[in-house]
């Protein structure tokens, strides 16, 4: 049970800190960036990156996270005093919550973009961006501060992990 328990936050943790670093860059470079481009160019952008993005490699990190912070979260039960159990319910709650700000707010928007159409034969590319970039980027750093806060917690448990529980 140690072996699972242990690589299962591993793992956990690792995921959490990829994906806290895939928002950390669109929030302090991809977007501020893309923010000097002009409309035109940020709409082509901004489909092509999402288009380029629903891949298996980002799927199975996404969602790889949250199936292994709960592993983890489970392997911890029947252990006896487990000062990690908090932090991995903790990380397992902020992560969750990227995916839920993911769905609600980020995809419905990147579908709204898409929908815009081709940005050589879209009349209004400026109106697109508007209803698009602010609340994108607003909700982004939500993502970015939850998946960080999941990092984090992930980090001390293992850092408790380590010191044998205690």
């Known amino acids: ?3 699972l328990r242990n690589s299962s936050l591993i793992a956990a943790t690792v ?3 990829l994906m806290a670093g895939l928002y950390y860059a669109y929030a302090c470079s991809v977007m501020p960036g893309l923010r000097a481009a002009d409309d035109r160019t940020f ?3 901004m489909q092509s990156i999402n288009r380029a993005i629903l ?3 980002f799927f199975l990190i996404f969602i790889g996270t949250l199936l292994l912070t709960g592993l983890a979260l489970a392997a911890q039960f029947g252990a006896g005093a487990r000062p990690a159990l908090p932090w991995i319910i903790a990380a397992f709650l902020l992560y969750g919550l990227t995916i839920v700000v993911t ?3 980020n995809v419905p928007l990147n579908d709204e973009l898409v929908a815009a159409g081709d940005p050589d034969r879209t009349v209004d590319l400026a109106a697109a961006r508007a209803r698009f970039e602010a609340t994108w980027v607003r909700w982004n750093l939500v993502r970015t ?4 806060a999941a990092f984090g917690c992930l980090t001390w448990a293992l850092v408790l992990e380590g010191r044998g529980g205690s």
């Open 1 to 3: 049970m140690d072996l």
């Open 15 to 17: 995921t959490a800190g």
């Open 43 to 45: 709409v082509a952008s």
């Open 55 to 57: 891949n298996g490699w």
């Open 103 to 105: 769905g609600a707010v």
């Open 145 to 148: 501060a939850a998946s960080l």
